[in-house]
């Protein structure tokens, strides 16, 4: 019989990799940015532009990101993706220029989609078993640290180092570590993959075939799956990337670094709660209270800043909302749609996710600097309650559509 899982082995190797894979390609940004821009006689708004447009483009490659995992499988994608990581992170350490860098950071968010969790989710679900949503929310779990962990690490970093140093150092990270561990899961993967073959011949390994929906009706939810992820992926990344220095404009100071420590350990919070208690709600569900999360917590943050409690009330509703969310976007388009061609449809929720977050990092430093701090919060508020309409909107669908297939 197929295993129930991934094995803890390659389930704690995939965990180990996403903290490593976020922390040097998207964490750790926010604290090089200055530099960058002072070293390229650019803005840090122009900076962070810049960033956007790699966001950007990493998102239009995520549909085919998730394709050739779903035909060559997740493991082997992600060791070519951690070379790839490699190359494109010493190729920027060595940019002469900003215009090369523009280029090369585009490549380097592209190649991201082969190894972060778009692409380990895959990688779970392709070893197929019953227990494959609670393997992500495990390796969300133990990915959870990434930004608590890279924050004060870059920073460290690159006071003894320029930049261009910490970005070679983070190169030789994808090299000598995320490469060999993706190696080992891809071979793992190619071994679970005959057992699958056999069970699937003896009628065990069925696809998951997730909720009967008609024509339209599974139109519709794709859309607004789709919309809602796209929706709180702007909030999410306009807060994430911004969160050190939000705070710090605020007025919070120092105490702004421990609060936006605060959004790790909320993460995880969030994460061990739903391993021990998630199962009794569906993946619907889950997504609506993500969703809810993130305009309260801005509006804690904008009704007391530079309130040092209130700041910590935010970081902690932010990093909750933050958990659950990274666990349903893998989770609720299984549910869904199941397991068949999940890659691809993976790809088209992170495409509409990470297009719309493109644009958070630099329309939220544009905002903050013509409107103001408070407002640019509530705007992303508004579009964070725009995700819970979404998924809101789904729970109807799929409950009304469960109680006509009852009767």
Known sequence: MAADRMPASGLWALGFTQILGYGTLFYSFSILASDMALEFGWTEQSIFGAFSLALLLAGLVSPTAGRLA???GAGRIMTAGSFVCALALLASAAAPNGFIFVLLLAVTQAASTLVLYSAAFVAIVQFGGSKAQR??????????????????????????????????SFALIHLAVCAPLHAMIAAQSRRQSDIGRQTANAGAGEEQPGISLSAS????????LLAGFALEGLTLSAILVHLVPLTQALGMGSMGLFVAGLFGPAQVASRFTNMLFGGRLSQTWLAVISSALLPIGLAVLIATAPSAAGGVLFAVLIGLGSGLNSIVSGTLP????????YGALLGWVTAARQTAAALAPFGLSLAMAHLGVAPSLGLAGLTGAGA??????????????????AC
């Open 70 to 72: 779903d035909r060559y």
């Open 135 to 168: 393997s992500i929310v495990h390796l969300t779990l133990i990915a959870g640290f990434a930004s608590t962990l890279f924050w004060p690490l870059t920073t460290f970093l690159h006071e003894l180092l320029s930049w261009r140093s910490v970005y070679v």
């Open 217 to 224: 009706q599974r139109q519709a939810v794709f859309i607004l």
């Open 334 to 341: 299984l549910e869904l749609f199941g397991r068949k061609g």
């Open 388 to 405: 819970l309409v979404c998924f809101g909107s789904i729970v109807v669908l799929t409950t009304r559509r469960r109680m006509a297939v």
